[in-house]
């Protein structure tokens, strides 16, 4: 089924960038463990615990990877859709449908090449309401007399949806620390370790119809403090959601006694097409830069810059 293994690429590449650090695994092993900041979770096979370099789990030789993400609310649909128009599957990969608690769950197995090695490579896509949940797994063939397709299966039946992560949760992933949230409603990790969103409105009901901030780190800054304009009004252009975006101020500024740069754009956003005004700031110090984005209807934006000023100003580096 090609969208389940297109969608196991794009999830690789997503947490392969996401790297945090995650509390201790709870002791029931009979119980759902969920990766920190993931509202996906199972009952990880013996063998298997909380993995360093990505979000879910692997053996301490780091040979059997189970990698756990979150995708868009469609994706799920998509693959059901597929499922059902082509129940036989293509290329000789038989899609095969498992109950979970979080509802039908659909997962293939097939054969692969890890460089030079020969692996088992499995995909489980399962509802999640707001969005879909995702599981992929890996097993060298050395390992799979112990980790057999039955286990995975097994594995797979237990994959479980919480509702909510733990706000403190969330915030204690992050590289920086965020000690003002000016009220907003819904906090929903967007990349474990690397970005969050702050929003009044919710996934069901879209973010772009009320004010929202994304906080999150740049992998990269401007050599040179004469770059960093242009890297701004670059980086702006790169704020997701946004059409028809209009510059309407780029400056460089002071955040907490440090470089930054203030970046303004009217735009439109979000499937109702809302008219909104977006805030970027950028504030530099070492290889990354913090990148904080405020969005608000316009005729909300009076109200909501001083909340998203405050945010600002309460995020500190972690000690």
Request: glycine content about 10%; some cysteine; hydrophobic content about 45%.
């Amino acid at each position: 089924m090609k969208p389940i293994r297109l969608m196991f690429a794009v999830a690789l590449l997503v947490t392969a960038a996401c790297s945090a650090f995650y509390p201790a695994l709870p002791a029931l092993a009979a119980d759902p463990v969920f990766p920190a900041g993931i509202r996906v979770g199972l009952t990880p096979l013996v063998g298997l615990s909380r993995a360093k370099g990505f979000v879910g789990f692997e053996t301490e030789d780091q040979s059997v990877k189970v990698l756990v993400a979150e995708l868009p609310a469609d994706a799920y649909g998509e693959v059901a859709t597929a499922f059902k128009a082509n129940p036989a599957g293509t290329g000789g990969i038989k899609p095969e449908s498992i109950e979970t608690a979080a509802g039908l769950a659909y997962y293939t197995a097939e054969n692969a090449k890890d460089g030079a090695n020969n692996v088992r490579r499995y995909s489980m896509i399962l509802p999640g309401g707001t969005f879909s949940g995702y599981v992929a797994v890996q097993v060298p063939e050395n390992a799979s007399k112990i980790y057999t397709d039955e286990a995975i299966r097994q594995m797979f039946a237990s994959a479980a949806i919480r509702k909510e992560v733990p706000v403190e949760e969330q915030l204690g992933l992050m590289p920086f620390k965020i000690s003002e949230l000016s009220d907003f409603k819904n906090i929903r990790t967007l990349a474990v370790g690397a970005a969050i969103i702050l929003a009044d409105g919710d996934e069901a009901t879209g973010f772009e119809a009320a004010p929202f901030m994304i906080l999150g780190v740049i992998g990269s800054s401007p050599a040179q403090p004469e770059d960093r304009g242009r890297f701004a009004q670059q980086v702006a252009t790169t704020i997701p959601g946004v059409r028809d975006a209009r510059i309407t101020m780029s400056e460089p500024i002071r955040i907490d006694g440090m470089a930054g740069y203030e970046t303004r754009i009217d735009a439109t956003s979000g499937k109702d097409n809302t008219a909104v005004t977006v805030v970027q700031w950028l504030r530099f110090g070492g290889p990354n830069a913090l990148r904080i984005i405020g969005s608000a209807p316009r005729d909300q934006w009076a109200k909501a810059f001083p909340r998203f000023r405050a945010v600002r100003d309460g995020i500190q580096p972690r000690g």
